[in-house]
């Protein structure tokens, strides 16, 4: 009980686990793996200054400092999760639509797919272009 107690005392305070301390733990088990068939001391250096890095965030009592580094991650993951995920709703409909980009204002324009010239009107610049769609 006495120990359980000053467990509980010494992580008061202390900035805990969050989603980059997973990324970061994800990503020392990734360079591990990778280590394993590479055999590279500068990858168990970068895994080890990950490692050591993740267990200062966790025990880490500056937590405005902390929060900010989280909120930095969370920026840069929400774009690279919505770049891939633009990607792969683009790939979706690559079978109805086809993608162009207007001549003039270069707007992305998403037109459904049928073979042949077309006349295409651009919506935002309202001038005309042809173009082709083979298949
Ligand atoms: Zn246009």
Redesign the pocket.
């Known amino acids: 009980m006495n120990f359980m107690y000053k467990v509980a005392q010494f992580f008061q305070g202390r900035y805990g686990i969050d989603k980059f301390c997973y990324f970061l733990i994800i990503l020392y088990c990734v360079l591990c793996f990778a280590n394993i068939f590479v055999r590279s001391f500068i990858l168990t250096l970068i895994a080890v200054i990950i490692a050591v890095y993740t267990i200062f965030r966790v025990f880490s009592r500056n937590i405005s400092a902390r929060q900010k580094e989280a909120e930095i991650f969370e920026g840069v993951y929400y774009k690279i999760k919505y770049f891939f995920m633009n990607i792969a709703r683009h790939m979706s409909q690559l079978r109805v639509y086809c993608f162009h980009k207007?001549p003039?204002?270069k707007?992305k324009l998403r037109l459904p797919r049928k073979k042949g010239k077309h006349t295409v009107c651009?919506p935002?610049?309202n001038?005309d272009f042809k173009m082709r769609v083979l298949f």
């Open positions: 207007c003039h204002c707007a651009c935002r610049c001038k």
